[in-house]
């Protein structure tokens, strides 16, 4: 079974102003990328929950983030031409391009909604298969590589329809 690339991302919180902090995503054949993303001077929008639920500071984007360019460029020459599955489309499609325009980049790959890949049983079984996913995830941390690996796993057991039973 092929399963598609799919990403995430994490941000400095909701809604206007906000802008992407991490990506992270599993391409087709498994492998993993992640890099955090140094602000943009104009990118000041901070929401402190946000910091909570992923664990990431401004401080250490400043310290540790890649520029836009470098991390647009990343993803572009990783997943040019194929179509990736995000989970979050209305979210993460705004950041992405946020992310792209800071860079004076276009995606070379097309962003889909994972719902738009999911039968109708699917779509009713996956918020299940998902949770059961991370329940057992050996990931501590909401992540946006560690986020995507949950996601791929869910699909993938959705796919073979499988859902384990609790013991």
């Not at 995430?8 to 992270?24: H, M, N």
């Not at 250490?60 to 647009?72: I, Q, Y």
């Not at 989970?87 to 992310?99: E, I, S």
Request: aromatic letters at 8%; one cysteine or more.
């Amino acid at each position: 079974m092929t399963l598609p690339a799919i990403l995430d991302l994490e941000a400095s919180g909701f809604g206007r102003g906000s802008y992407p902090i991490e990506v992270g995503f599993v391409d087709a054949g498994g492998g993993l990328f992640c890099s955090l993303i140094q602000p943009e001077p104009e990118w000041q929008h901070w929401d402190a929950s946000a910091e909570a639920l992923h664990g990431i500071s401004r401080a250490t984007l400043l310290r540790h983030g890649k520029p836009p360019a470098w991390v647009a460029q990343q993803i572009n020459q990783r997943l040019g031409g194929q179509t990736v599955v995000s989970d979050a489309w209305g979210y993460d499609y705004p950041w992405l391009a946020r992310l792209f325009d800071a860079a004076d980049l276009l995606p070379q790959f097309k962003l889909v909604d994972l719902r738009s890949l999911l039968s109708e049983d699917e779509a009713l079984r996956w918020h299940a298969v998902l949770s059961q996913v991370r329940a057992e995830s050996p990931h501590s941390r909401h992540r946006a590589s560690s986020d995507a690996q949950d996601l791929r796993q869910a699909l993938q057991r959705l796919r073979q329809n499988v859902l384990t039973q609790p013991d």
